[in-house]
């Protein structure tokens, strides 16, 4: 079964930065739509950032100027670089495959932010 692998999670301070990556070995980005979504723990999960194949981006409010997602195509790999973290932050971060009407999802990452 096809899967996203993520890295990069972790344990940082807040006020702090880190940068999470998404490789997807056996998949060719194409007209693709990625994303990072995140849950909580006890909350739904919910969408962080997407990029489109031509590099629009989208971000959800509580991340804005804080986070940014960028796709690299020659290295098949997806990242999020997140900066000035939140304990609010705090998530299982999940990333997002949609091609079509088919989602592929990695297992996640945690990121946790102490105070």
């Known amino acids: 079964q096809v899967q996203l692998v993520e890295s990069g999670g972790g344990l940082v301070q807040a006020g702090g930065s880190l940068r999470l990556s998404c490789a997807a070995p056996g998949i060719i980005f194409r007209n693709d739509i990625m994303g990072w979504f995140r849950q909580a723990p006890g909350k739904q999960r919910e969408l962080v950032a997407t990029?489109?194949?031509?590099?629009?981006?989208n971000y959800a409010d509580s991340v804005k100027g804080r986070f940014t997602i960028l796709r690299d195509y020659a290295k098949n790999t997806v990242y999020m670089q997140m900066d000035t973290l939140k304990p609010e932050d705090t998530a299982v971060y999940y990333c997002?495959?949609?091609?079509?009407?088919?989602?592929?999802w990695g297992k996640g990452t945690l990121v946790t932010v102490s105070s």
């Open positions: 990029i489109t194949s031509g590099g629009s981006t």
């Open positions: 997002n495959l949609h091609r079509g009407s088919m989602d592929i």
